[in-house]
């Protein structure tokens, strides 16, 4: 028995969010559904959506510091010492459809 897939959200990395915002919503036609701060100006995840697909960004550095972020370079999550809640969650629900699947 296969498992159904009902859709997928990629995450791309980019390094400047508030254009990328202003292209995929402005120009494109998105709606952004939440962010990593919702209802503040300056975020580093939005996920996106339209007619029923799912876009997610990342900001390609810490925001305070304008380094690498470093689950953009695909490093664990254990090796991160300030890994974010949204990015604790989508792991976990990562982990918990790997599970599911292997059954």
Known sequence: ???????????????????SIAFYRDVLGFEVVTTSKPGAENFGWALLRLNGMELMLNTAYEEDSGRPNLIARGLPPTTIPRFSSVARMSMRRMLTFDRVRRM
Do not use: K, N, Y
């Open 1 to 19: 028995m296969g498992i159904e897939i009902r859709g997928m959200a990629p995450l791309l990395q980019v390094f400047d969010m508030p254009t």
